[in-house]
Protein backbone atom coordinates (compact mmCIF):
# COMPACT_ATOMS: atom_id res chain seq x y z
CA UNK A 1 0.00 0.00 0.00
CA UNK A 2 0.86 3.60 -0.47
CA UNK A 3 0.35 6.89 1.19
CA UNK A 4 0.20 9.95 -0.45
CA UNK A 5 0.05 13.56 0.90
CA UNK A 6 -0.54 16.38 -1.22
CA UNK A 7 0.28 20.07 -0.65
CA UNK A 8 0.50 23.48 -2.54
CA UNK A 9 -2.89 24.10 -2.21
CA UNK A 10 -4.52 27.95 -1.63
CA UNK A 11 -5.82 30.82 -2.62
CA UNK A 12 -4.78 33.29 -5.68
CA UNK A 13 -6.18 35.84 -8.37
CA UNK A 14 -7.59 34.70 -11.65
CA UNK A 15 -4.43 34.12 -13.76
CA UNK A 16 -2.19 33.10 -11.38
CA UNK A 17 -0.05 30.23 -10.89
CA UNK A 18 0.11 27.29 -8.38
CA UNK A 19 2.55 24.03 -8.51
CA UNK A 20 1.03 21.44 -6.29
CA UNK A 21 2.95 18.40 -5.44
CA UNK A 22 1.96 14.84 -4.31
CA UNK A 23 4.66 12.80 -2.01
CA UNK A 24 4.02 9.18 -2.06
CA UNK A 25 5.42 6.88 1.03
CA UNK A 26 7.06 4.05 -0.81
CA UNK A 27 10.10 3.76 -2.57
CA UNK A 28 7.99 1.41 -5.86
CA UNK A 29 6.54 4.86 -6.63
CA UNK A 30 8.21 4.10 -9.81
CA UNK A 31 5.79 1.50 -10.66
CA UNK A 32 3.31 3.46 -10.38
CA UNK A 33 0.68 5.67 -13.42
CA UNK A 34 -0.32 8.68 -11.50
CA UNK A 35 -2.97 11.04 -11.69
CA UNK A 36 -4.23 14.55 -10.94
CA UNK A 37 -8.70 14.06 -10.20
CA UNK A 38 -10.37 17.46 -8.86
CA UNK A 39 -13.67 17.93 -7.48
CA UNK A 40 -15.80 20.89 -6.91
CA UNK A 41 -18.70 21.35 -4.90
CA UNK A 42 -22.16 19.18 -5.79
CA UNK A 43 -19.47 18.08 -8.17
CA UNK A 44 -18.66 14.70 -9.43
CA UNK A 45 -14.68 14.00 -9.09
CA UNK A 46 -13.14 14.46 -12.31
CA UNK A 47 -9.85 13.77 -13.97
CA UNK A 48 -7.50 16.39 -14.30
CA UNK A 49 -3.72 15.17 -15.66
CA UNK A 50 -2.68 11.79 -15.48
CA UNK A 51 1.46 10.62 -16.04
CA UNK A 52 3.18 7.19 -16.94
CA UNK A 53 5.49 5.45 -14.37
CA UNK A 54 8.34 6.29 -15.96
CA UNK A 55 7.58 10.03 -17.00
CA UNK A 56 7.44 9.35 -20.56
CA UNK A 57 3.61 9.56 -21.59
CA UNK A 58 0.96 12.34 -20.00
CA UNK A 59 -2.82 13.21 -21.15
CA UNK A 60 -4.92 15.76 -19.86
CA UNK A 61 -8.77 16.65 -20.12
CA UNK A 62 -9.68 19.35 -22.24
CA UNK A 63 -10.28 22.04 -19.68
CA UNK A 64 -6.44 22.19 -18.71
CA UNK A 65 -4.65 21.41 -21.75
CA UNK A 66 -2.25 24.26 -22.69
CA UNK A 67 -2.22 25.63 -18.85
CA UNK A 68 -1.51 22.64 -16.58
CA UNK A 69 1.66 19.81 -17.00
CA UNK A 70 1.82 17.17 -14.62
CA UNK A 71 5.60 15.66 -14.01
CA UNK A 72 7.51 13.45 -11.60
CA UNK A 73 11.01 12.76 -10.03
CA UNK A 74 10.98 9.22 -9.32
CA UNK A 75 14.13 9.59 -6.92
CA UNK A 76 12.15 12.10 -5.17
CA UNK A 77 8.61 9.76 -4.59
CA UNK A 78 7.06 12.86 -5.83
CA UNK A 79 4.61 14.38 -8.42
CA UNK A 80 3.90 17.81 -9.33
CA UNK A 81 0.93 19.30 -11.05
CA UNK A 82 1.97 22.97 -12.29
CA UNK A 83 -1.09 25.17 -12.87
CA UNK A 84 -0.75 28.15 -14.61
CA UNK A 85 -3.26 30.74 -15.84
CA UNK A 86 -5.66 29.98 -13.13
CA UNK A 87 -9.81 30.57 -14.05
CA UNK A 88 -12.40 30.49 -11.36
CA UNK A 89 -13.51 27.35 -12.44
CA UNK A 90 -10.66 25.33 -11.45
CA UNK A 91 -11.75 25.94 -8.18
CA UNK A 92 -12.18 22.33 -6.34
CA UNK A 93 -10.21 19.74 -4.11
CA UNK A 94 -7.84 18.41 -6.20
CA UNK A 95 -6.47 14.98 -5.23
CA UNK A 96 -3.57 12.88 -6.43
CA UNK A 97 -4.02 9.06 -7.09
CA UNK A 98 -1.88 5.96 -8.06
CA UNK A 99 -2.45 3.07 -9.95
CA UNK A 100 -0.33 -0.31 -9.32
CA UNK A 101 -1.50 -2.04 -12.36
CA UNK A 102 1.35 -0.17 -15.21
CA UNK A 103 -1.61 -0.82 -17.85
CA UNK A 104 -2.31 1.65 -20.29
CA UNK A 105 -2.68 5.70 -18.22
CA UNK A 106 -6.20 5.92 -17.25
CA UNK A 107 -8.56 8.89 -16.70
CA UNK A 108 -11.08 7.08 -15.38
CA UNK A 109 -11.28 7.47 -11.19
CA UNK A 110 -11.75 3.94 -10.63
CA UNK A 111 -8.84 2.51 -12.07
CA UNK A 112 -6.71 4.49 -9.05
CA UNK A 113 -6.41 2.40 -6.23
CA UNK A 114 -4.75 5.02 -4.12
CA UNK A 115 -5.44 8.67 -2.93
CA UNK A 116 -4.61 11.29 -1.22
CA UNK A 117 -6.54 13.28 1.38
CA UNK A 118 -6.40 16.21 -1.26
CA UNK A 119 -5.71 19.96 -1.22
CA UNK A 120 -7.58 23.29 -1.50
CA UNK A 121 -7.79 25.27 -4.38
CA UNK A 122 -9.75 28.29 -4.85
CA UNK A 123 -9.05 30.87 -7.79
CA UNK A 124 -10.91 34.49 -7.70
CA UNK A 125 -12.29 36.56 -9.86
Known amino acids: QVQLVESGGGLVQAGGSLRLSCAASRRTFSNYNMGWFRQAPGKEREFVAGITWSGASTRYADSVKGRFTISRVNAKNTVFLQMNSLKPEDTAVYYC??????????????????WGQGTQVTVSS
Open 97 to 114: AADDTRATLSSKKYDYDY
